[in-house]
Nanobody, 116 residues
Framework: QVQLVESGGGLVQSGGSLRLSCAAS?????????MGWYRQAPGKQRELVAT???????NYADSVKGRFTISRDNAKNTVYLQMNSLKPEDTAVYYC?????????WGQGTQVTVSS
């Protein structure tokens, strides 16, 4: 069984910053997986916003490129998402998962709300 627990969300004004964390536990060899941050806004499908390989290579959705930074600490089984210059359209529930996502790994997510 694998648990992914997201934290760090909150309410922030447009232009502000937040740092999300995702701690993995259970039957997962964390260091070998590509990890991703996903988000789901109200009425929209869940989308992948950033990924990081076991070696630290990163990739970003165009909508967050230059504003978000994904990182990982394999010793702590944790992946992070630093979000800067936040916009109201970044408002969503943010989740982490492996890439490609495994259905059974979804956690509760963490709510990010950006006010204008």
């Amino acid at each position: 069984q694998v648990q992914l627990v997201e934290s760090g969300g909150g309410l922030v004004q447009s232009g502000g910053s937040l740092r999300l964390s995702c701690a993995a536990s259970g039957r997962i060899f964390f260091r070998f997986y590509v990890m991703g941050w996903y988000r789901q806004a109200p009425g929209k499908q869940r989308e992948l916003v950033a990924t990081i390989t076991s070696g630290g290579s990163t990739n970003y959705a165009d909508s967050v490129k230059g504003r978000f930074t994904i990182s990982r600490d394999n010793a702590k089984n944790t992946v992070y998402l630093q979000m800067n210059s936040l916009k109201p359209e970044d408002t969503a529930v943010y989740y982490c998962n492996v890439d490609p996502a495994v259905t059974g790994y979804w956690g509760q997510g963490t709510q990010v709300t950006v006010s204008s």
